[in-house]
């Protein structure tokens, strides 16, 4: 991770927690749309790691600040699993789904 961080922001700092325009949320919609197509037509199974990563650099691209969040917990078998997500202005924009159960170990933006 640490060989890539660069790529994906700044350590430990959050992009602000404000409402989106219409023009931002349209934006974000769209990019979300066209990650996931693409994530449906690839050969190999997509995790929320990866759709956290594409999305955040695509919004990158379109001047549109986000934040990546990595976080851990531990399933029934109390083996460790992983999760990350995006968020962007107030928004959750990728891996929502189960988000909660998770601690936040690391975050970029």
Not at 18 to 25: G, I, S
Not at 80 to 89: C, D, E, P
Request: hydrophobic share 35%.
């Amino acid at each position: 991770m640490r060989y890539y961080s660069f790529l994906i922001g700044k350590k430990r700092k959050e992009s602000e927690k404000m409402e989106l325009n219409a023009q931002e949320k349209n934006i974000i919609m769209k990019v979300n749309r066209a990650a996931n197509r693409a994530f449906r037509e690839s050969p190999w199974e997509s995790k929320c790691y990866d759709k956290a990563l594409t999305v955040k650099w695509m919004l990158g691209r379109r001047k549109i600040k986000s934040t990546i969040y990595f976080g851990v917990a531990k399933d029934n078998d109390q083996k460790m699993k992983a999760h990350a997500w995006l968020r962007s202005g107030n928004r959750i924009v990728t891996g929502r789904e189960g988000m909660r159960q998770f601690t936040v170990v690391e975050y970029f933006s």
